[in-house]
């Protein structure tokens, strides 16, 4: 009597702890699948969250629309197979400010462009338009079969060309191009041999929107730091001197970055008395 009731007793222990060991783990798996549900839909909506606060930051426009038309471009695609044609719903969904006389473009000189048109408010590169500093630094892609944005596993640059970040940049410089007005700049960097690259945005989709009477003058801002290894009578700029639209008048300057830096942070100097 006595040993049957130990055995039951043994019996039931057993099956106790049985049963809390699989509530442990059934809890354990749920906690998981939360914080991992959490991470993932997080990571998905900061990208969301990031376009609209950045784009709200543009006083009246309809944000919600432009990220529809956006997303449209690149979701429930193959992600090396986004043209750049994607954007033109995009960029038919609101005016691009016109800039006349105060439109900046660049090639291999960001940091030294950027930190100028931060300096004063006068010059506009295509990274202070709204939809350049909504997407500025960003990455993202599509998949098909899914209406979602992903920010990682895309297409590296040099795996496929049309691919959804790399056809923005060049769709929008086009637009940038088109809507340029009056003197328009450029900032080319006079520390590298060839500063007129024909394989840079600026000269495969940039310069070939430029239209006379639009444009009525090309002023090359040649950065010059102290490893200068090239100036205005270079071969390549005479190249960008002969593809611009006829008309269209060329100025090169060759300015040091240091100029630049004083000049820029100068409130007395007009905009474009730096060169
Ligand atoms: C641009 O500059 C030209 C002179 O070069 C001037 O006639 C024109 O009014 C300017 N446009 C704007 C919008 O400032
Ligand atoms: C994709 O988006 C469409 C329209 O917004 C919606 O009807 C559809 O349910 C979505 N599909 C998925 C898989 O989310
Ligand atoms: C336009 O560029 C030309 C040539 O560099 C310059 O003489 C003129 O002052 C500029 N005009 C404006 C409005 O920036
Ligand atoms: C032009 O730029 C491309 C891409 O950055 C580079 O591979 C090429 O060497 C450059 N060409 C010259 C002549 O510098
Ligand atoms: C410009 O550079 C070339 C070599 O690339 C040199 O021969 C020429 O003297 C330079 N011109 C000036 C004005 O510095
Ligand atoms: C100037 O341009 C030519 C042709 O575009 C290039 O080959 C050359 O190396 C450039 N630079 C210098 C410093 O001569």
């Not at 500093?133 to 960003?138: A, D, E, K, Q």
């Not at 950065?223 to 008048?249: F, P």
Request: proline share 3%; aromatic share 10%.
């Amino acid at each position: 009597m006595e040993s049957g009731e130990g055995r039951r007793q043994e019996k039931w222990r057993k099956r106790r702890v049985l049963i809390l060991a699989v509530i442990a783990v059934i809890l354990l798996a749920v906690i998981l699948a939360i914080v991992l549900g959490v991470t993932l839909s997080k990571r998905r909506d900061d990208f969301n969250t990031k376009f609209m606060e950045r784009c709200q930051k543009f006083k009246g426009y309809n944000c919600q629309k432009i990220w529809d038309a956006f997303q449209q471009a690149y979701v429930n695609r193959d992600p090396c197979d986004v043209p750049t044609e994607a954007y033109d719903p995009l960029i038919a969904t609101f005016l691009f400010d016109v800039l006349c006389n105060r439109t900046m473009f660049w090639s291999k000189t960001g940091d030294v462009v950027h930190d100028f048109t931060r300096r004063k408010n006068c010059f506009k590169t295509v990274e202070d338009t709204l939809l350049g500093s909504v997407l500025n630094g960003l990455e993202w892609c599509g998949k098909i079969g899914s209406n979602e944005t992903f920010t990682t596993g895309c297409p590296k640059w040099e795996e496929c060309e049309k691919n959804a970040v790399l056809s923005f940049w060049k769709r929008v410089s086009a637009a940038f191009g088109e809507f340029a007005c009056g003197n328009v700049t450029v900032m080319l960097n006079g520390a590298i041999t060839t500063p007129f690259n024909r394989s840079s945005i600026f000269a495969s989709v940039e310069v070939k929107k430029f239209k006379f009477p639009n444009v009525k003058n090309l002023n090359v801002v040649l950065v010059i730091q102290k490893n200068a290894v090239t100036n205005c009578t270079n071969e390549s700029l005479k190249n960008l001197m002969l593809e611009l639209d006829k008309g269209i008048g060329y100025h090169c300057f060759e300015v040091s970055d240091s100029h630049l830096k004083e000049c820029g942070s100068d409130p007395e100097k007009p905009c474009g008395a730096c060169w």
